[in-house]
């Protein structure tokens, strides 16, 4: 056993020398080396042109071939139903007759006679309204024809009333209204004034004198063709008490 022991070790130191040599050395290493080498030449490559992203040039022609998408089918309303018509409900019929004139008038109503027409009047009988004369002043006459101008008058009556003056007249005794008779010329001067009718006081009849001789009247009237106008004036005088 010690001798068989003895020639293993024997054969291992001789393998160790003759592995650990100078060029076996240097083929390790060389080999090492291209492993190496060959190694990071890999990795260079694969990031320098593999795992680099392309790069477009400027200016380079892009084609871009369009994709049509799948159409979409197209709902179309679909038309409304029409309605069914409605029934209408009949109420229940009533028992109606016929008239002489065709019209229907419903059993047990009775039928209102017919209102009478307002009565024609005829163009003829209708007559224009006439405005009322216009009524002279009871204390005022003219002498001879009919005096038309009632205009004139109110002139005559207003003027002799502003011009007659009572104040502080003593009327003791007065029995009536005095009356004075006067002409009034065609350019409205009194001609004439005289007392017609006395009134039973003195200063009462000289105040209605004294009127109408210090009034000045319009012409008179160019339709009236006489010379001058006779007025019988009546003076109406209430004393107070």
């Known amino acids: 056993m010690a ?11 001789a393998r160790e020398k003759e592995f650990d040599t100078a060029g076996r050395m240097a083929l390790a290493v060389a080999l090492s080396f291209t492993i190496h080498a060959g190694v990071l030449g890999l ?18 022609a ?8 799948p159409k979409k089918p197209i709902n ?31 059993i ?3 039928k209102k006679p017919p209102e009478p027409l307002p009565p024609v009047v005829k163009p003829e009988s209708v007559k224009p309204k006439m ?20 205009y004139y008058i109110k002139i005559v009556k207003r003027k002799v009333e502003e011009n007659w003056i009572t104040h502080g007249l003593d009327a003791s005794g007065q029995r009536t209204n005095p009356e004075v008779y006067f002409k009034i010329s065609r350019n409205g001067d009194v001609l004439e004034a005289q007392l017609e009718k006395s009134s039973g006081n003195s200063p009462l009849d000289e105040s209605a004198l004294e009127a ?13 063709r006489r010379d001058y106008l006779g007025v019988y004036y009546n003076f109406e005088y209430a004393q107070r008490e």
């Open 212 to 224: 109408v001789r210090r009034t000045k009247f319009p012409p008179l009237p160019s339709g009236y």
């Open 131 to 150: 405005k009322p004369a216009a009524e002279k002043p009871s204390n005022f006459r003219t002498e001879g024809v009919e005096f038309k101008y009632d």
């Open 43 to 60: 990795a260079f490559f694969h990031a320098a042109f593999l795992a680099r992203p392309p790069v477009i040039t400027p200016g380079g």
């Open 76 to 106: 179309k309303p679909e038309p409304s139903k029409p309605e069914p018509p409605r029934v209408k409900k009949s109420k229940a019929p009533t028992l109606t007759k016929k008239t002489t004139r065709g019209k229907i008038v419903p």
């Open 3 to 13: 001798g068989g022991h003895r020639d293993g070790r024997r054969n291992l130191i």
């Open 62 to 69: 892009v084609f871009i071939t369009p994709v049509s998408l």
């Open 108 to 110: 047990g109503k009775k």
